[in-house]
């Protein structure tokens, strides 16, 4: 009888411990926006809205999360194990400014971001096998990469004036572009 007991406590502990960890799961995803290429930014994907340039024009909290272990060795595609997102609760817009301008700016941010997932989701494909030996491959891998988005990153929002300078945006713009469909292959499938 007393196992009988058990039994029941552990099946409703791990019923209540799955149900909390896909309530868990579910709150984060509400508040992340994936990367897609078929959708762009739209005002309602920023948590904080101002005015009057009370905390600047606009600003986003872009991330790219990945998760592997020593048994990737064998995977041949890390794009399901690489998420790019925004940030919802911690992005703001200013909602009187020119808004336009403003998720043009981020819009293409995020865009970029996406061309540093894809090359991490590259770089993990070739190095795949030297994860058996340590999974900090893929963190060392993944700061590489993040570094070398932080410097594009800065260097698009000086050239283009945060996107106010149209010809040189025109020109970020096809350059990204091109730089996704180089590394379509490695395009995130799923979420």
Request: no cysteine; hydrophobic share 35%; charged share 30%.
């Amino acid at each position: 009888m007393k196992q009988l007991g058990q039994k029941r406590l552990f099946i409703i502990t791990l019923t209540l411990l799955v149900f909390s960890t896909a309530f868990a799961q579910k709150d984060k995803d509400d508040d992340r926006v994936y990367w897609n290429e078929g959708q762009k930014l739209t005002v309602d994907d920023f948590g904080i809205h101002t005015r009057n340039m009370e905390s600047g024009a606009t600003s986003a909290e872009f991330a790219i999360d990945y998760q592997v272990s020593k048994l990737n060795f064998v995977t041949k595609n890390f794009n399901k194990k690489v998420r790019n997102y925004m940030v919802k609760s911690t992005s703001q817009i200013d909602v009187t400014g020119n808004v336009d301008q403003f998720l043009l700016y981020q819009q293409t941010l995020f865009d970029l971001s996406e061309v540093y997932a894809r090359e991490l989701r590259r770089a993990l494909q070739q190095n795949r096998k030297l994860l058996i030996r340590s999974t900090s491959v893929a963190d060392e891998l993944n700061w590489k990469v993040m570094s070398e988005f932080m410097d594009r990153r800065a260097k698009y929002t000086q050239e283009t004036n945060s996107a106010s300078n149209k010809p040189k945006q025109k020109e970020w713009e096809k350059e990204i572009a091109h730089e996704l469909n180089v590394l379509k292959d490695y395009t995130y499938d799923g979420k």
